[in-house]
């Protein structure tokens, strides 16, 4: 019943901007955090973007004042603005769910799968000239 719909992904070039929406339904939304979690294929997991349920924010460091994850309640959704984009940030972006409304969230690799009780079917995000 759970589900996590992320969209936005494309091509950019380096130094540009990007939002990627994540749609859930299934749940209730505001009662739980939020996370982005990115991977390049044949690569780890890395978590980069938590939101809790109401609306206390962290970011990898990696990503630390490029991105900017949000969330709407009102439209049952999670954003992630991205700005300042690298060739390093090439990777499926996955919109994960917490169990909880503030939770455990930091994590790479294989740790971050139990983490989330719930993933989206990730949305590729190319940066390149």
């Known amino acids: 019943q759970v589900q996590l719909v992320e969209s936005g992904g494309g091509l950019v070039q380096p130094g540009g901007s990007l939002t990627l929406s994540c749609t859930t339904s299934?749940?209730?939304?505001?009662?739980?955090?939020m996370a982005w979690v990115r991977q390049v294929p044949g690569k780890r997991l890395e978590w980069t973007a938590y939101i809790s349920g109401n609306g206390r924010i962290d970011h990898a460091d990696f990503v630390k004042n490029r991105f900017m994850v949000s969330r709407d309640n009102a439209k049952n959704s999670v954003y992630l603005q991205m700005h300042s984009l690298e060739r390093d940030d090439t990777a499926v972006y996955y919109c994960?769910?917490?169990?909880?409304?503030?939770?455990?969230?930091?994590?790479?690799?294989?740790?971050?799968?139990?983490?989330?009780?719930?993933w989206g079917q990730g949305t590729q995000v190319t940066v390149s000239s």
């Open positions: 994960a769910k917490l169990p909880t409304f503030d939770g455990r969230y930091y994590c790479f690799g294989d740790a971050c799968r139990p983490l989330y009780d719930a």
């Open positions: 299934g749940f209730d939304f505001s009662r739980y955090a």
